[in-house]
């Protein structure tokens, strides 16, 4: 089961690049995922659902500040779905101010940087 487990995250990677590779853990974890689930605001990178649990995953590797327009319409899609929000920011390009910080940590959206390598 882990070998095709292994197998299915390889070819997310490939296909799906950055997405691809946070799906990977969750996949892993024991996470069945769906990429790029449609919503009316905009597709959401990743839903992933296990434990009881959604999850609503936004990745973010641009090299610039996240804006509050980016943060608030993960919640919104959120919201739709009935998932918690996660908020992914990739390597050390993207950043995000005080303002956004305090709007995640008051709306429940959690943040999660994870480095590359």
């Known amino acids: ?3 095709r ?3 299915i995250c390889r070819i ?3 296909k799906y690049g950055v997405v691809g590779r946070i799906a990977k853990r969750y996949i ?3 996470y069945s995922v769906e990429f790029m689930h449609p919503t009316r605001y905009g597709s959401i990178h990743i839903v992933a659902r296990g434990d009881g649990q959604k999850i609503a995953i936004e990745v973010f590797d641009k090299s610039s500040t996240v804006s509050m327009e980016t943060v608030s319409r993960l919640l919104e ?3 739709l779905i009935g998932a918690k929000p996660i908020l992914i920011l990739y390597s050390n390009g993207p950043r995000i101010d005080n303002e956004v910080y305090r709007y995640c940590i008051e709306n429940g959206i ?3 940087r994870i480095k590359v390598g």
């Open 77 to 79: 899609k959120s919201k």
């Open 1 to 3: 089961m882990v070998s």
């Open 5 to 7: 487990a292994k197998y």
């Open 110 to 112: 959690k943040i999660r």
């Open 28 to 30: 892993m974890a024991g």
């Open 12 to 14: 997310y990677e490939k």
